[in-house]
Structure formats: C-alpha cells, structure tokens
C-alpha cells in the first residue's frame, strides 16, 4: 500500500483544513487507518485514526470535537477534517495503515506527510 498525503497549508488560528490521504492498493479497506503529526522537536503523536468499514473512530484528547477523521473505501481515501485550528496544531501530519499502535506510533505504511501551519 502506498500513502499520499494532500490538503495542507496555512491557515489562521481558528480556520479550518482538510486533509486527504490517497492510497494505493486493493487492500486498503482491509486496514485501520489513521492520521498522526509531528511538530518540530517533537515526537510523532497519534491524532485520530478509523476502522475498517468506517464506523468506528477514535481521537487524541488534544483534537476532539475539532478534528473529524472519515473514510470513502469505493475511493481508497481517508480524510482528516480540522476546524477550530489552533497554532498548536502546527506539524507535519502523516497518514497511516495497518495501525498497530498510537504510541508509540506504529504502522506497517506512512503517507510522506503534509505541511500544516496555523498563524496567530
């Protein structure tokens, strides 16, 4: 499975983006995918990740109710939707598959991973 990762940017405090991660491969509904980041100096965290089917999520204390993560299997697409931006949601976000831990993280495929900066 190969991940590309797309939608970020800079956006202001408070703004929204919307993250996609296109994926390569047939088996890609077969996976638990999920999005995690890493800000400069950091370690990479976990920040949301969705079952198989898509009917089950679960989200870092630090974006819920701000950050939504859903999926489109017919398309091979995972999508992170993050409204209320703050600047410590500044990093560069990865995408993920086969995810067999939030932290630390650990998955068998990674995106290369997306620029997102929130100004204050």
């Known amino acids: 499975v190969q991940l590309q990762a797309s939608g970020g940017g800079l956006v202001q405090a408070g703004g929204s983006l919307r993250l996609s991660c296109a994926a390569s491969g047939r088996t890609f509904s077969t996976y638990t995918t999920g999005w995690f980041r890493q800000a400069p100096g950091e370690e990479r965290e976990f920040v949301a990740a969705?079952?198989?089917?898509?009917?089950?999520?679960d989200y870092a204390d630090s974006v819920k109710g701000r950050f939504a993560i859903s999926r489109d299997n017919a398309k091979n697409t995972v999508f992170l939707q993050m409204n209320s931006l703050k600047p410590e949601d500044t990093a560069v976000y990865y995408c993920?598959?086969?995810?067999?831990?939030?932290?630390?993280?650990?998955?068998?495929?990674w995106g290369q991973g997306t620029q997102v900066t929130v100004s204050s």
């Open positions: 969705v079952a198989r089917g898509g009917d089950s999520t």
């Open positions: 993920a598959a086969d995810l067999m831990a939030y932290s630390p993280p650990q998955a068998s495929y």
